[in-house]
Structure formats: structure tokens, C-alpha cells
């Protein structure tokens, strides 16, 4: 039998990107550009407030291959400026973590910083908020090749 267990915890990151707010928002807001750097090629997006994104498919992590779901509901959206969305993922069937992410736009220098901040309940042990930062800092590595090419 499983133990039960909830991690709660909490994350920031920020990065300035060599890209204009609206490039970096639209990464975020359309389903073609998100698929290039989020990697959910079987993904469906209803980039509204109330609405939902869905994408599932597999991916090697760790040196492990896993199926993965992602579910979200968009929150709060101001263009160019902000969005929150909650979601929930799975990872080889089981129900991994269940999050609260914020992701702040604001003008650089060079272009624009990105604030996201995630709060995580990370279930049972099937995932750690060290490896979710990791993940969600390697994604926003991928992101910067998109909007800075």
C-alpha cells in the first residue's frame, strides 16, 4: 500500500528574455509556438480565462521513459502582463501533484523578465519540488529558444 503524503512547497524563477512582452506571451497563449518549447504535442488549449489546456503523451525524464497527463484552467489573464492557471498531472497513472503557477511579464532592459512563481502540493511521492524546479527550469530554457530565434 502507498503511504499518503502531501509536500507542500513553493518556487520562484525569473529570466529576462531577448523578446518583446507580446512574443513571450503568445509562447504561452498559442497552442503552436507553447508545442515547440512545453513539448505537448498531443495538447488541446482554450487560452481564456475558465478555460482548459490538456496534453498528455510521454516523455524521458531521469533516464526514465513515463506517460504523463497535464490538465489546467486558466485563472487569471491580463495580455501581455499575466497569467494564472491551476493544474494537476499524472505520471505513469498515478496522480502526481496538483498546482497554483503565476507568470509575471514585465519590461527589461533587453527585452522582457519573466517572473513565474508555482505553488505545488506534491502527492505521495510520486514527485519532489526540487524535480518539478528542475523541470520547469529546463522549460524555461526551451522557451528561451523560441522567443529569442
Known amino acids: 500500500m502507498t503511504q499518503r503524503n502531501v509536500v507542500h512547497?513553493?518556487?520562484?524563477?525569473e529570466r529576462t528574455y531577448k523578446a518583446p512582452r507580446a512574443k513571450v506571451f503568445s509562447a504561452f497563449s498559442n497552442i503552436e509556438t507553447k508545442s515547440k518549447w512545453?513539448?505537448?504535442?498531443?495538447?488541446?488549449?482554450?487560452?481564456?480565462?475558465?478555460?482548459?489546456e490538456h496534453s498528455h503523451g510521454v516523455v524521458d525524464a531521469h533516464g526514465r521513459?513515463?506517460?504523463?497527463?497535464?490538465?489546467?484552467?486558466?485563472?487569471?489573464?491580463?495580455?501581455?502582463?499575466?497569467?494564472?492557471y491551476a493544474y494537476d498531472m499524472d505520471a505513469d497513472g498515478q496522480h502526481i501533484s496538483a498546482s497554483l503557477t503565476t507568470i509575471?511579464?514585465?519590461?527589461?532592459?533587453?527585452?522582457?523578465?519573466?517572473?513565474?512563481?508555482?505553488?505545488?502540493a506534491f502527492l505521495d511521492g510520486?514527485?519532489?519540488?526540487?524535480m518539478r524546479e528542475i523541470g520547469?527550469?529546463?522549460?524555461?530554457?526551451?522557451?528561451?529558444?523560441v522567443v529569442e530565434e
Open 104 to 120: 509575471e511579464l514585465t519590461e527589461a532592459e533587453d527585452g522582457t523578465r519573466l517572473k513565474l512563481t508555482e505553488q505545488g
Open 38 to 52: 512545453f513539448g505537448n504535442d498531443n495538447a488541446t488549449m482554450e487560452f481564456r480565462v475558465g478555460g482548459r
Open 9 to 13: 512547497a513553493t518556487f520562484t524563477l
Open 136 to 145: 520547469t527550469v529546463d522549460l524555461l530554457a526551451a522557451l528561451a529558444k
Open 65 to 84: 521513459v513515463h506517460s504523463f497527463r497535464f490538465d489546467a484552467i486558466y485563472l487569471d489573464i491580463i495580455e501581455n502582463e499575466r497569467i494564472i
Open 126 to 130: 510520486y514527485d519532489d519540488p526540487k
